[in-house]
């Protein structure tokens, strides 16, 4: 079974405007950490933003923020203001289990294009 | 800071012919290290990880084979490259403890022909 569901496989948005990416996991374990990932058409993977499964309050990270729901096993992305530069695939991934447990599970991505 | 670094950039290999990828990571001891292949469009597949200098897990059965001979060098290697070797190479790393958070190299494009 798909442990990260991204449902959205392309969104656009205009630029300034939020987007919201969704992402749902699939886990028993009761720790885990959800993490959100961008990569621009150069490649390169680059982390945007963690989530501990403990954690009381939503993460945030500059202009990104994770919406977490821990009761529907959610963990959307919110970008806020969007820029031409956040044009780009999105993935979500999961560690189940303790830190040290190495494995990320990924989702299939949502690409992002930003319209001027 | 930490960094780290993949090459070549992009390898066009006939089938059949010899692989070897290289990463390496600098500002950091003792890494977790990561190879991964991610086929055109799609999602990250974890192909190996290590947590220590000898130390490889294989996560899928496949032509490929990985090795760590110092602590902040990750190797990926093939015998006889297939056409379905083709694909996004990315080299991670990770801290021992912590979040378990990756960090990811600029990735390797194989082309098998």
């Known amino acids: 079974a798909q442990k990260i569901t991204q449902t959205q496989p392309g969104m656009f948005v205009q630029e300034k405007e939020a987007v919201t990416l969704d992402c749902t996991y699939d886990t028993s374990d009761p720790s885990y950490g959800l993490f959100w990932y961008k990569q621009p058409s150069s490649g390169e993977m680059i982390f945007l933003i963690y989530?501990?499964?403990?954690?009381?309050q939503n993460a945030t990270e500059g202009r990104y923020s994770l919406n977490f729901q821990k009761a529907r096993k959610s963990a959307n992305l919110v970008i806020s203001a969007s820029q031409l530069g956040d044009s780009a695939m999105y993935f979500c991934?999961?560690?189940?289990?303790?830190?040290?447990?190495?494995?990320?599970?990924f989702g299939a991505g949502t690409t992002v294009t930003v319209r001027a | 800071s930490q960094t780290i670094h993949q090459w070549p950039a992009t390898l066009v290999q006939p089938v059949g012919s010899p692989l070897s990828l290289e990463c390496t990571v600098e500002g950091t001891s003792n890494p977790n290290l990561y190879w991964y292949r991610q086929a055109a469009g799609r999602g990250l597949q974890l192909l190996f990880y290590?947590?220590?200098?000898?130390?490889i897990s294989s996560e899928v059965p496949q032509n490929l084979s990985a090795s760590r001979p110092q602590d902040r060098q990750f190797i990926l290697s093939s015998k006889k490259l297939l056409l379905s070797d083709s694909g996004f190479y990315l080299c991670a790393w990770s801290v021992h403890g912590g979040t378990d958070t990756q960090y990811f190299g600029p990735g390797t494009r194989l082309t098998v022909l």
């Open positions: 290590s947590v220590g200098i000898g130390q």
């Open positions: 989530q501990g499964s403990y954690d009381q």
């Open positions: 991934a999961m560690r189940e289990g303790q830190a040290n447990d190495y494995k990320l599970s």
